[in-house]
């Protein structure tokens, strides 16, 4: 642990001392930094994560079913600790690394964690008509809700959800919709898109080529196994762009306009005043995928929303100095600690 500390001396956040990032050799840069995450199984193993298999019906009518893993605790603390609510990032699922990761590290402390497959993701697949979307807000409550009424489920200390990447834009507008129904103690944000429009056209920039080929390619393959027409088949894949992937499938799957009808609706910046759930929002401002405009602009924060903007870390990544697991998931475990 660094000695130099940064504090958010406001209300429930005022003995949040988060350690200064310092990244780790050599893994130096935003690009690094990001591009470990993809490294990591080869380079150092991700821990191992087994958990047991529940499946979620979702309360829209279309008979789709979300596949969780749920994982307690092997040692039980005295005082039951939060159960923690992962969301994965864009074409990512349980088994992704940063959500090993993250399992491992909470569970380590003693939290049962539980792993969400946004609709259709991962062993989800197989049992969902739909792909989920950053404005599919119904399949966070309905897996809160059912977390909260399963008995199998250790939820007596609360519910703290944390979401990556597109996982927390969908966890930012579920907060932002329920109000003070969220059915959470808190949420976590780590790399998240706050403006749809701004990060779609970041990947157009010619430094991102490799990133925006590289996730195009897994949108399309995610979206063609549920495509059920020729023309939207088709309309997968003929896009060019993750633009024109959103403005010509996402948006008219999904009952929006077009991209930027999408994307305007979708977006949770201009809803953050609406929280009512404390929430810790963690970025890195060398982040190659999402921009920190909408971090800066925010500064410390609004409400009970508190903004942890690092000059490094790039996306999804932190790996720190003498650092087990991920700054975001030290930083996470300390700022949920510090809950009342």
Not at 124 to 145: C, F, K, N, P
Request: charged residues 15%.
């Amino acid at each position: 642990m660094q000695n130099r500390s940064t504090s958010f001396a406001t209300g429930w956040m005022t003995n949040l001392q988060t350690p200064v990032f310092r990244q780790r050799a050599p893994w130096i840069g935003g690009h690094l930094q990001t591009i470990r995450n993809a490294l990591a199984r080869r380079i150092t193993g991700v821990p191992a994560v087994t958990g047991k298999r529940l499946w979620i019906p979702v309360t829209d009518g279309s008979g789709d079913l979300l596949a969780i893993s749920y994982t307690s605790p092997v040692i039980v603390a005295e005082t039951p600790k939060p159960l923690i609510l992962l969301l994965h990032g864009l074409t990512g699922c349980e088994d992704s690394m940063n959500q090993r990761a993250s399992t491992a590290c909470f569970h380590r402390l003693g939290h049962p964690v539980v792993r969400l497959n946004l609709r259709g993701a991962g062993p989800g697949e197989v049992r969902a008509s739909r792909r989920y979307h950053s404005g599919l807000t119904g399949d966070i409550a309905d897996t809160i809700q059912f977390l909260i009424s399963d008995p199998r489920i250790r939820t007596e200390a609360g519910i703290v959800a944390m979401g990556v990447s597109l996982g927390g834009t969908i966890l930012l507008n579920h907060l932002i919709a329920a109000g003070p129904d969220s059915g959470l103690k808190a949420a976590i944000t780590v790399s998240t898109p706050l403006d749809l429009a701004e990060s779609s056209r970041n990947f157009l920039r010619p430094g991102n080529a490799v990133y925006h080929r590289y996730l195009l390619q897994r949108m399309k393959a995610f979206t063609l196994t549920a495509a059920e027409t020729t023309e939207m088949k088709n309309r997968i894949s003929a896009s060019k762009s993750v633009w024109q992937f959103d403005d010509q499938v996402i948006a008219p799957w999904n009952g929006y306009g077009d991209a930027g009808d999408y994307y305007s609706q979708c977006s949770p910046e201009a809803g953050l005043d609406a929280i009512v759930t404390p929430t810790l929002l963690i970025h890195a401002n060398d982040d190659p995928w999402v921009p920190s405009r909408a971090y800066r602009k925010l500064g410390q924060g609004t409400g009970v929303v508190r903004c942890l903007l690092s000059p490094r870390g790039g996306h999804v990544g932190f790996h720190g100095q003498n650092q087990p697991e991920s700054w975001h998931n030290h930083v996470a475990a300390q700022f949920i600690d510090g809950l009342n």
